[in-house]
């Protein structure tokens, strides 16, 4: 079997229900970044060396992926996708918030991203998920999307920031600091 098609060569992909649309069009955008941020949470999972977080990552990208399948497939088309998040993903991810949380490793602070490898990919995987967020919202202008799908990317970003906290706390690397939230002055010593 041949991995190229050539059906693309002329600037259209085909989506969910066979249909094509331009490479540029909102959906690609959207699912190319969520690609993007599954690659990055791949590398992370390469610098990690604790298995309770490499299934969480893991069971994000697993989620990731159906998600890609649901933003592929116009709303018209839906009942054809037999794929959905699981039931319980958005509060899966609040539990995981919750846990890091009670760690201590969530100060009230502007945090300059970086650290060890690990914490420094999963800051740069928040802030694609930001971008993928803003994506899907314009998307959902077009072509409504999934709530759930919504509400998993948002608290995804969420969880990207504190593991990476959380991470550098486990390494014993101090997150660097800008400012306390609220507070008008800059780097606090």
């Known amino acids: 079997m041949r991995i190229y098609t050539r059906k693309g060569d002329f600037g259209t992909t085909g989506i969910h229900g066979g249909m094509r649309v331009p490479k540029t069009d909102i959906r690609i955008e959207t699912n190319g970044t969520l690609d993007e941020l599954n690659s990055i949470i791949g590398i992370v999972r390469s610098f ?3 298995a309770e977080k490499d299934n969480i990552l893991r069971e994000i990208q697993v ?3 159906t998600a890609m399948s649901i933003v592929a497939t116009p709303s018209e088309s839906r009942e054809i996708n037999p794929r959905k998040l699981p039931y319980d993903a958005v509060e899966a991810l609040e539990m995981k918030l919750d846990a890091i949380t009670e ?3 969530m100060e009230q602070d502007f945090v300059l991203p ?3 490898r690990a914490a420094a990919f ?3 995987a928040r802030t694609v998920c930001r971008r993928a967020e803003r994506q899907l919202w314009r998307l959902n202008e077009q072509d409504k999307v999934e709530g759930d799908v919504m509400r998993y990317v948002n608290r995804l970003s969420d969880l990207f920031f504190a593991m990476a906290r959380e991470v550098n706390c486990d390494e014993g ?3 660097e600091r800008w400012k306390r939230f609220g507070k008008a002055g800059l780097f606090e010593e």
């Open 48 to 50: 990690l060396d604790d």
């Open 63 to 65: 989620n990731l992926m």
């Open 103 to 105: 760690k201590g490793c």
């Open 114 to 116: 970086g650290g060890c």
């Open 122 to 124: 999963l800051h740069q």
């Open 173 to 175: 690397i101090d997150n």
